[in-house]
């Protein structure tokens, strides 16, 4: 880790990008730490992806896949979706890929497959359920904010939005409410917006990487008005603080994961 | 120096069927008397409250109960499905994606008969009576067929 990186200054100019429309992930990230948000969205500083990002994002797409099979053939090929889980690989590493160090790339690939062959052994959804969406664009305009935008991973036939998420261990479902309730809260919106219709719940579906690894599910209700207003209040926040380039850090817990460590720790190395 | 004074009113209301409309008007005024900032605040309010609640009386269209559901699960949105699907010009996805829609099948040569086809294997609808998110499914499968995914934005 280099301790001389360099937090860039921020003109009014530059904050333009990071208003060019508003999604859950912007939200979050801003309400987790202001100068985090700044150094992804405004200046826009790339980072490697880690081991664990790469293998969320892999079986992200897997279940995708899954998802994507079973609505348009009303079944699911194990084998085919074998041939995919080669070639995902293979075309995803040359891609954004982490630094493995020696080994490591295969002893993930091993556990991907094996959380993955849990997916089609013991999914939680119905091969002949016929999903309303899945890796579905949705996108909201207001006269009072950017557009609003979400990829929602997949509809249910009864409209319940679900969101497939891969950890560590099981995650308490109170922790998850809050975790992802801003995502929630802009889902929800989307899909009311995009439907007219009142979504069924959500769901979160998490694919645990313990050794026998496990596939947990966790429901919440639909939204209600307060929840609306939570989210109206939350964008007005974000916009009055981006707009006036109130980027203060938020230092915690969170630092010890975030991909900005260098650059705030280049910032404390020369004010001492 | 001069010294702006910005304002703006904005409401929004709920209206049957989960929707809402919502109005707001902005302005931006000089002041002449930097000491009235109060009572110039309190007239914009009042102006920009009166102007944006004489607009927002005027509802527009305003969904029925079970407009959009599948399978039209009352009379009058069976009516309304039947009404749209025999008018082409009639879609309910935002113009934004049938002229996307529409794009892609010019670009790519597509007949429009299995555009028709894979809306009815996705959704069981004609293309027209699509909303906005079985829209966006449509064109991921489009794009997948043309071989463009991932070229969306």
Same mark, same amino acid.
């Given at each position: 880790?280099?301790?001389?990186?360099?937090?860039?200054?921020?003109?009014?100019?530059?904050?333009?990008?990071?208003?060019?429309?508003?999604?859950?992930?912007?939200?979050?990230?801003?309400?987790?730490?202001?100068?985090?948000?700044?150094?992804?969205?405004? @200046?826009?500083?790339?980072?490697?992806?880690?081991?664990?990002?790469?293998?969320?994002?892999?079986? @992200?797409?897997?279940?995708?896949?899954?998802?994507?099979?079973?609505? &348009?053939?009303?079944?699911?090929?194990?084998?085919?979706?074998?041939?995919?889980?080669?070639?995902?690989?293979?075309?995803?590493?040359?891609?954004?890929?982490?630094?493995? =160090?020696?080994?490591?790339?295969?002893?993930?690939?091993?556990?991907?497959?094996?959380?993955?062959?849990?997916?089609? =052994?013991?999914?939680?959804?119905?091969?002949?359920?016929?999903?309303?969406?899945?890796?579905?664009?949705?996108?909201?305009?207001?006269?009072?904010?950017?557009?609003?935008?979400?990829?929602?991973?997949?509809?249910?036939?009864?409209?319940?939005?679900?969101?497939?998420?891969?950890?560590?261990?099981?995650?308490?479902?109170?922790?998850?409410?809050?975790? @992802?309730?801003?995502?929630?809260?802009?889902?929800?919106?989307?899909?009311?917006?995009?439907?007219?219709?009142?979504?069924?719940?959500?769901?979160?579906?998490?694919?645990? =990487?313990?050794?026998?690894? &496990?596939?947990?599910?966790?429901?919440?209700?639909?939204?209600?008005?307060?929840?609306?207003?939570?989210?109206?209040?939350?964008?007005?926040?974000?916009?009055?603080?981006?707009?006036?380039?109130?980027?203060?850090?938020?230092?915690?817990?969170?630092?010890?994961?975030?991909?900005?460590?260098?650059?705030?720790?280049?910032?404390? @190395?020369?004010?001492? | 120096?001069?010294?702006?004074?910005?304002?703006?009113?904005?409401?929004?209301?709920?209206?049957?069927?989960?929707?809402?409309?919502?109005?707001?008007?902005?302005?931006?005024?000089?002041?002449?008397?930097?000491?009235?900032?109060?009572?110039?605040?309190?007239?914009?309010?009042?102006?920009?409250?009166?102007?944006?609640? %004489?607009? +927002?009386?005027?509802?527009?269209?305003?969904?029925?109960?079970?407009?959009?559901?599948?399978? %039209?699960?009352?009379?009058?949105?069976?009516?309304?499905?039947?009404?749209?699907?025999?008018?082409?010009?009639?879609?309910?996805?935002?113009?934004?994606?049938?002229?996307? +829609?529409?794009?892609?099948?010019?670009?790519?040569?597509?007949?429009?008969?299995?555009? %028709?086809?894979?809306?009815?294997?996705?959704?069981?609808?004609?293309?027209?009576?699509?909303?906005?998110?079985?829209?966006?499914?449509? +064109?991921?499968?489009?794009?997948?067929?043309?071989?463009?995914?991932?070229?969306?934005?």
């Amino acid at each position: 880790m280099s301790a001389t990186a360099v937090i860039p200054a921020t003109t009014e100019s530059s904050i333009g990008p990071a208003l060019e429309h508003l999604s859950a992930s912007r939200l979050k990230c801003w309400q987790q730490c202001r100068r985090r948000f700044a150094l992804r969205y405004v @200046h826009r500083i790339a980072k490697p992806v880690s081991p664990a990002l790469f293998l969320g994002r892999f079986l @992200h797409r897997m279940v995708q896949l899954w998802n994507l099979q079973r609505w &348009k053939d009303g079944q699911v090929s194990e084998e085919r979706l074998l041939e995919h889980f080669v070639v995902e690989w293979q075309s995803m590493a040359l891609g954004d890929s982490p630094a493995w =160090k020696d080994g490591q790339e295969k002893a993930e690939r091993t556990k991907a497959l094996v959380l993955f062959e849990c997916w089609v =052994k013991d999914a939680p959804i119905p091969v002949d359920e016929r999903p309303q969406g899945v890796e579905v664009r949705l996108e909201m305009e207001s006269a009072d904010h950017p557009l609003l935008i979400g990829i929602l991973d997949l509809v249910r036939a009864d409209g319940t939005v679900t969101d497939f998420k891969t950890s560590a261990r099981t995650t308490p479902p109170d922790q998850l409410a809050l975790l @992802h309730r801003t995502q929630m809260l802009c889902y929800g919106t989307l899909y009311r917006e995009s439907t007219w219709e009142l979504e069924a719940g959500f769901e979160i579906i998490e694919l645990v =990487k313990t050794k026998v690894p &496990k596939i947990v599910v966790t429901r919440f209700p639909a939204l209600s008005e307060c929840d609306l207003e939570e989210l109206d209040e939350m964008i007005a926040s974000f916009l009055q603080g981006v707009r006036n380039r109130d980027f203060a850090p938020s230092y915690g817990q969170h630092c010890s994961w975030c991909e900005y460590r260098a650059e705030c720790l280049g910032g404390l @190395h020369r004010n001492n | 120096m001069a010294v702006r004074l910005i304002a703006n009113y904005s409401k929004r209301l709920g209206l049957p069927g989960y929707s809402s409309h919502q109005f707001s008007v902005s302005v931006e005024t000089e002041l002449r008397d930097v000491q009235d900032v109060e009572g110039e605040s309190q007239r914009l309010y009042q102006l920009l409250q009166h102007n944006v609640d %004489a607009q +927002i009386q005027s509802t527009g269209f305003v969904p029925e109960e079970g407009y959009g559901a599948n399978g %039209a699960s009352n009379e009058n949105a069976h009516s309304e499905h039947s009404a749209e699907s025999e008018n082409p010009d009639t879609w309910k996805c935002s113009e934004k994606q049938r002229n996307f +829609i529409q794009k892609i099948v010019r670009d790519n040569r597509l007949d429009p008969k299995e555009v %028709a086809v894979l809306a009815d294997e996705l959704f069981q609808l004609p293309v027209q009576n699509l909303n906005r998110m079985q829209a966006s499914g449509l +064109i991921d499968a489009l794009l997948d067929q043309a071989g463009k995914k991932g070229g969306r934005k």
